[in-house]
C-alpha cells in the first residue's frame, strides 16, 4: 500500500513539474512573439513621426526603442532568451521602418538614427541594450555596471543629437530635448537599480559620459 501512495506522489510530482515547464514555455513562446510584434508596432510609428516635427521624431527615435528593449531583455527568462528577445525586438522596428521606406514618396529611407543616411543604431547595438538590462538584475557590482553603461550610452546619443559636432545633431534638440531624455535615463536608472547600487551605476554612467564629451569637443 505504502508503494502504491509512493508511486501516486511521484505521479503527482512529475505531473506538476510538467505543468509548471510547459507554462514557463508557453510564457517565453508570448515573451518572444510580444518582442517582435511590439517592435514592429513601434517601428510603424516611428515612420508615422517621421513627417512629423524633427524635435520630436528626434526623442522617439532611438529613445522609443531603446526603451523597448530595456523593458523586453529585463523580463527575459535567461541570458540567452534575453539575447534573442532584444534581437528580436530590434529586429521589428527595422522591418517596419525598411517596409514604410517602399511606400514613401520621394525615396527617402528611414532607418534607426535621425539623419536617415546611417543606421546609427544597427541591430548588434541596440541589442547590446537587452542584454545590459538583463546584467541590471544582478546585486553586485556587475549589475551596476551594467546599469551605469546602459545609462551612459543613452548620454552619448543624447550628446550626439545636441553637440553641433555630434553625428546625429538636431537643431533644437539642446536644452528641452536634452531635460526629457536625461528624466528618462534617470527613470531607468531609478528602476533597475536599488539604494547604493544606484549611486555607484550613476559614477559609472558619469564616467563614460564626461569621457565622450571631452572626445567629441576635442578638449
Known sequence: MASV??????????TAAFLADDRQERVIVLHLVLSFVGGMLLGA???????GPD????IY????????VVIVGRTAAGLGWAALTSLLATLGPIISLLAASIFKSGG????????????????LTLASFGLLSYFTKRDDLWGDVAGGVLVGLVAITGMDKALPAGADHVAGFWPGSVL???????VVLFSL?????RFRSALVALIIGCSYFVFAVGI
Open 61 to 68: 527615435d532611438p529613445y522609443a526603442y531603446v526603451l523597448f
Open 5 to 14: 501512495d509512493q508511486n501516486y506522489t511521484l505521479d503527482q510530482n512529475y
Open 45 to 51: 510609428l516611428g515612420a508615422a513621426l517621421a513627417d
Open 108 to 123: 527617402d529611407f528611414l532607418s534607426l538614427g535621425s539623419n536617415g543616411a546611417t543606421l546609427n543604431f544597427t541591430l
Open 180 to 186: 526629457v531624455v536625461t528624466a528618462l535615463a534617470m
Open 55 to 58: 524635435l520630436l521624431y528626434a
Open 193 to 197: 537599480r536599488r539604494g547604493k547600487s
